[in-house]
């Protein structure tokens, strides 16, 4: 069974994932409302797969994204991040320091299916980012 570590601290975010990987049995979600636990989480749990928002309660995903990246425990863990802060800038930013990806809220569904089986299913990143403004 494959885990996905989903930081969020929106709970209908949450929920509208969750509601999502029904439709993948085999993913086991794990779930933290702040950085500093995802963390933490990541670092015992190993999931294979990380989405991250931007804005947390604790600490910015900035910061939860660079720890992660220099951890070597999680570095090499494939981050997702999910945010409604899609300028250019913000993007290019957290692509530099070590996203995989970067989708826009609203969240694209099928984009973000698309993305968990291509991340989970053979292990091989797109060659090309899925959003890349």
Do not use: C
Not at 8 to 23: A, I, K, M, P, T
Not at 97 to 102: I, K, L, S, V
């Amino acid at each position: 069974m494959a885990t996905i570590l989903y930081i969020e601290d929106n709970l209908y975010n949450v929920q509208l994932v969750e509601r999502l990987l029904l439709q993948r049995p085999d993913i086991q979600l794990l779930t933290s409302v702040q950085g500093n636990p995802g963390i933490g989480i990541a670092q015992v749990r190993h999931p294979e797969l990380i989405l991250l928002d931007v804005h947390l309660p604790d600490i910015n995903g900035f910061e939860v994204l660079e720890r992660l990246r220099f951890d070597p425990a999680t570095a090499n863990i494939p981050i997702v991040v999910l945010s409604a802060d899609a300028t250019p800038g913000q993007v290019r930013r957290f692509r530099d320091a070590g996203a995989n990806e970067y989708l826009t809220k609203p969240l694209d569904l099928k984009l973000l299916l698309a993305l968990i089986d291509i991340y989970l299913g053979d292990g091989n990143a797109p060659e090309e980012p899925a959003v890349d403004s």
